[in-house]
C-alpha cells in the first residue's frame, strides 16, 4: 500500500478526519495498519483536492505542502466577517458594491509576490499557541504579514484558453454585471499561488481594494501539486473501496506525485548502491533534483544530481 487517494473532500469534513476516514476504509478492505498522511490542510469550510498519500508516499507529504495551489473562491461583498468566511461574526459591514470592471482593475495588484496578513482564525502559532485558539477566547491577536506568491489570479469566466481563443467572457446580466458596469454582490475567481497564501485574506483585501468589505462563501481546491480535480473520487467512492471494490480504481502509484520532476532511471549497479545509502558517481544527465527509479520502473530515492554525483533526498522502501 504506497501511493495516493486524491479525495475531493467535501464541506464539513476536515483534513485529520479525513486521514481518519482513509485508515478506516483501509482497515475495511483487509489491509491492516497503513501509513497515512495528507498534502496540505483544506479548511472544514472548503472542499476540493486533497492528497492523501499511504505508505512510502507519505515521505513525500513534504513536497506535497510546499507545492502550489489552485483555488476557486466566491467573494461576497458588504459584509466582513471575523473568520474571514460564512463563519463567525460580523465584524464590518459597507453599502459598496463593485462593478467587474473595478475588480478587473485591481487584480494586478494582487498578482506576483505580495505580502499579507493571515486571519486571526489560522492555525498559525503565536507564543506556542495556534490563533484560532486565542480567537476564539476573544484575545486580541496580531497577525504578522508575510510573504507569498500569487501566480495567477483572474475573474473565473476567463479561463486562458477561451481567452488565446479570442472568446469574450459572456456577463450574467442576473447578476447584474452586464458589460462590467453592474453592482456585484459577490465574483468568483480563480487564483494559482504559492504555499502560505491564505484565499480569506486574498478575499478581504481585494474587497478592502475595491473600497467594500467581503468574504469567502465558497472555497473550492481545484489542484495541490501535481494533482488536479479529475483524478480526485467523492467520499461514497472511497467507502466503496472499503467494501471490496479494486484498489486500480482509487489508489494512485506513488510516482504520481513525482511526474513534476524529471525520472532518471539507474543500472542495477547504481539502484543497488542508492539503496544502501552510498553516494554514487559518473551520472550523465542535468543538475537538480530527479526521481531515480530502477530497471523495473520502481521508484527507488529522490536524488539530488550535482555534476554527474547522486546524493539521496528521501529514499523508498518499496
Not at 478506516?24 to 501509513?35: D, F, P, Q, S, Y
Not at 454582490?185 to 480563480?190: A, F, N, P, R, V
Request: hydrophobic fraction near 40%; glycine fraction near 12%; charge should be neutral.
Amino acid at each position: 500500500m504506497n501511493g495516493w487517494i486524491i479525495l475531493d473532500k467535501p464541506v464539513g469534513l476536515g483534513s485529520t478526519q479525513a486521514v481518519g476516514a482513509v485508515k478506516r476504509v483501509c482497515r475495511e478492505a483487509g489491509l491492516g495498519k497503513v501509513k497515512v498522511g495528507h498534502g496540505g490542510t483544506l479548511d472544514p469550510l472548503a472542499c476540493g483536492v486533497l492528497p492523501i498519500a499511504l505508505g512510502e508516499a507519505t515521505k513525500l507529504c513534504g513536497r506535497m505542502l510546499d507545492a502550489s495551489k489552485i483555488y476557486d473562491f466566491t467573494i461576497a461583498f458588504g459584509t466582513e466577517t471575523a473568520g474571514l468566511d460564512a463563519e463567525g461574526e460580523v465584524v464590518a459591514t459597507s453599502d459598496v458594491r463593485p462593478t467587474l470592471a473595478d475588480i478587473e482593475a485591481v487584480l494586478p495588484r494582487f498578482t506576483g509576490a505580495i505580502e499579507q496578513v493571515p486571519p486571526a482564525y489560522s492555525a498559525i502559532k503565536i507564543d506556542g499557541q495556534r490563533a484560532y485558539d486565542r480567537a476564539r477566547k476573544g484575545e486580541a491577536v496580531e497577525m504578522k504579514a508575510r510573504a507569498v506568491t500569487i501566480h495567477s489570479l483572474r475573474h473565473a469566466g476567463l479561463d486562458p484558453a477561451s481567452i488565446a481563443a479570442g472568446v469574450e467572457w459572456t456577463p450574467d446580466p442576473v447578476r447584474g454585471d452586464e458589460g462590467g458596469e453592474g453592482k456585484l454582490e459577490s465574483i468568483t475567481l480563480t487564483a494559482h499561488v504559492s504555499k502560505g497564501t491564505y484565499i480569506r485574506s486574498l478575499a478581504r483585501d481585494i474587497a478592502r481594494a475595491v473600497g467594500s468589505v467581503g468574504h469567502v462563501t465558497m472555497l473550492r481546491r481545484t489542484k495541490a501539486g501535481p494533482f488536479a480535480l479529475d483524478q480526485a473520487i467523492s467520499l461514497d467512492k472511497l467507502n466503496a473501496f472499503g467494501q471490496g471494490a479494486a484498489q486500480s480504481d482509487f489508489i494512485l502509484p506513488l510516482e504520481a506525485g513525482l511526474v513534476d520532476i524529471p525520472a532518471l532511471d539507474l543500472s542495477p549497479e547504481a539502484a543497488g548502491a542508492i539503496r544502501q545509502g552510498r553516494v554514487w558517481t559518473g551520472v550523465s544527465t542535468h543538475d537538480g533534483l530527479h526521481w531515480a527509479r530502477d530497471s523495473e520502473m520502481r521508484p527507488v530515492a529522490l536524488v539530488e544530481v550535482s555534476a554527474g554525483t547522486l546524493k539521496i533526498v528521501r529514499g523508498f522502501n518499496l
